[in-house]
């Protein structure tokens, strides 16, 4: 039994050699399965008169605009970040973010209104290009937020 115990332990303690193999994968697809965001532009935020909501939906915001190419019935949907990109010094102190999005079908697509971020919508299961405008709102839930730069991010998710 010890000899058993040393010999494990020399075995660990010699270098091994490296060495390669090769490894074949095998798979079939019989249809396309892709789901394609591209963003066309980035959206810009605007302050109510008040300073406690930026929004891209204000006069003197913009949406971001994005399309998307879908193989598949995916289900597509906007997620905000819980804080700015970057901000002043208490920027993100008791703010709140809500995205939403609306479409406008350009091939076999569908037409939707306006809908919150988290409400996802089920593309059909065929080709699809959507034309998508997303918008961002923050509110400051104790006043108005501080004077500085803003950035706010979402997340487009095809899944």
């Known amino acids: 039994m010890?000899?058993?115990?040393?010999?494990i332990a020399l075995c660990?303690?010699?270098?091994t050699s490296v060495g390669a193999a090769?490894?074949?994968?095998?798979?079939?697809?019989?249809?396309?399965?892709?789901?394609?965001?591209?963003?066309?532009?980035?959206?810009?935020?605007?302050?109510?008169?008040?300073?406690?909501?930026?929004?891209?939906?204000?006069?003197?915001?913009?949406?971001?605009i994005a399309r998307v190419l879908?193989?598949?019935?995916?289900s597509i949907s906007v997620v905000p970040r819980s804080h700015w990109v970057s901000s002043p010094i208490d920027g993100d102190q008791d703010t709140d973010f809500s995205p939403?999005?609306?479409?406008?079908s350009?091939?076999?697509?569908?037409n939707f209104a306006r809908r919150p971020g988290d409400a996802t919508l089920q593309?059909?299961?065929?080709?699809?290009?959507?034309r998508m405008?997303?918008?961002?709102?923050a509110t400051h839930q104790s006043g108005s937020f501080p004077s500085g730069a803003y950035q706010g991010e979402v997340t487009l998710r095809c899944e």
């Open 100 to 104: 939403s999005f609306s479409g406008t």
């Open 123 to 130: 593309l059909p299961f065929r080709l699809t290009f959507t």
């Open 12 to 15: 660990a303690l010699m270098p």
């Open 133 to 137: 405008r997303i918008d961002l709102e």
């Open 106 to 110: 350009i091939l076999g697509g569908v």
């Open 2 to 7: 010890t000899c058993l115990r040393f010999a």
């Open 22 to 64: 090769n490894m074949r994968f095998a798979g079939n697809i019989s249809e396309p399965n892709a789901c394609v965001i591209l963003i066309d532009s980035n959206g810009t935020l605007a302050q109510n008169s008040s300073g406690s909501v930026l929004s891209s939906r204000l006069t003197g915001g913009t949406s971001g």
């Open 70 to 74: 879908s193989f598949r019935n995916y």
